[in-house]
C-alpha cells in the first residue's frame, strides 16, 4: 500500500517555499539520458511532483511535461504558480498513471518514491515507459549538514539535537533507512542499463529560518505537529535560537549553507530495436 501524508494546502505552501529545487540533479538525470542518445524528448513524468518544483526544471528538456501527485492540495499549488507552457498537473496515484503503454520518455519521482506503493509503482513505470526510455528515482537523507566560518561543527552538533528529537515520529513505512529502500527498488529493477550512486551533495545558502522551515516540511516533523503542535512549535524555536546564539547572530535571516546529500538510481528501459 501507498502512504498519503501530503494533503493539507498549508502543508504544499509550505513545501513550495522551503524543499530545495535541485537543478544539479535533474542535470545529473539529463547527462544519463543525453548519454544513451535517445530518439526522442517528448513526454517526462514527474511523479509525486507536490507544488512542481522538479516539473518545470525538466521543462527545457522535453516537449512536455507532466507533474502527477495524489494530492490535490498539492496539484492545486502547482497550478497556482508561474509555469513555463508546456507543463501541466494531474491528480493521479503513482501506481496507477494516466498514460498508454509506451508513452512516456521519462519517469521521475524526487523524494517521493518511499511512499508509493513501491512494487506496484515499479510495474507502472515499466508500462508507460517506452523502449529506451529512463526511470530516475532520487531522495536525500534527512542529516543536512550546516556550514558558518568556523562554528560549522556547532552547528552540526545543534541539527543532530534536532533531528534526534524527530527520529520517534518517522513512519514505520519508511523503515530505518530510506537510503535503502531505494537501493532495494535498484536492485529489484530488472532493467540491465542502471546506476545507483549513494553521495552526491548538493549546496545552497539558505536563511536559518529557511532551513527551519525546510525540515518543518519532513514527514516526522508534520507527525509532531499534528500530536503535539506547541511542542513541535517549542523545538523548532529552541533549535532556532540555538543556532544563532552559535552564529552569534541576532537576525533568523542570516544565511548560512546547507549541505543536503542526495542519493538516486537510475535505469534506461531496454530498447526494441
Not at 27 to 54: T, W
Not at 103 to 116: C, G, K, Q, S
Request: with cysteine.
Amino acid at each position: 500500500m501507498a502512504v498519503r501524508l501530503f494533503e493539507g494546502k498549508d502543508h504544499a505552501s509550505s513545501y513550495l517555499q522551503y524543499r530545495v529545487a535541485p537543478h544539479e540533479m535533474v542535470s545529473v538525470i539529463m547527462s544519463y539520458i543525453e548519454k544513451r542518445k535517445p530518439k526522442r524528448s517528448e513526454l517526462a513524468v514527474d511523479v509525486g511532483c507536490g507544488p512542481g518544483q522538479v516539473t518545470v526544471l525538466l521543462a527545457p528538456y522535453f516537449n512536455k511535461v507532466v507533474g502527477t501527485d495524489v494530492s490535490q492540495a498539492m496539484i492545486d499549488r502547482a497550478l497556482a504558480k508561474s509555469n513555463p507552457p508546456n507543463t501541466s498537473y494531474r491528480q493521479s496515484p503513482a501506481e496507477e498513471l494516466p498514460f498508454t503503454a509506451g508513452e512516456v520518455d521519462l519517469v521521475t519521482a524526487m523524494t517521493a518514491a518511499h511512499w508509493f506503493d513501491r512494487p506496484r509503482f515499479l510495474q507502472e513505470a515499466d508500462r508507460v515507459l517506452r523502449p529506451g526510455g529512463c526511470l530516475a528515482l532520487l531522495s536525500y537523507t534527512m542529516d543536512m549538514n550546516l556550514e558558518y566560518g568556523d562554528v560549522s561543527d556547532a552547528l552540526n552538533d545543534i541539527c543532530q539535537e534536532f533531528y534526534a528529537a524527530l527520529l520517534p515520529y518517522r513512519s514505520s513505512y519508511l523503515g530505518p533507512s530510506s537510503k535503502k529502500l531505494y537501493f532495494d527498488m535498484f536492485n529489484s529493477c530488472s532493467y540491465l542499463d542502471k546506476e545507483w550512486n549513494e553521495s552526491c551533495q548538493v549546496r545552497r545558502t539558505l536563511s536559518v529560518s529557511g532551513f527551519i522551515g525546510m525540515v518543518e516540511t519532513f514527514s516526522n516533523y508534520q507527525q509532531l505537529k499534528q500530536k503535539d503542535p506547541s511542542e513541535a512549535e517549542r523545538l523548532s524555536n529552541s533549535i532556532l535560537n540555538k543556532l544563532l546564539s552559535a552564529m552569534n547572530a541576532s537576525s533568523p535571516d542570516t544565511e548560512v549553507t546547507v549541505i543536503v546529500n542526495y542519493f538516486y538510481m537510475l535505469a534506461c528501459k531496454p530498447s526494441s530495436d
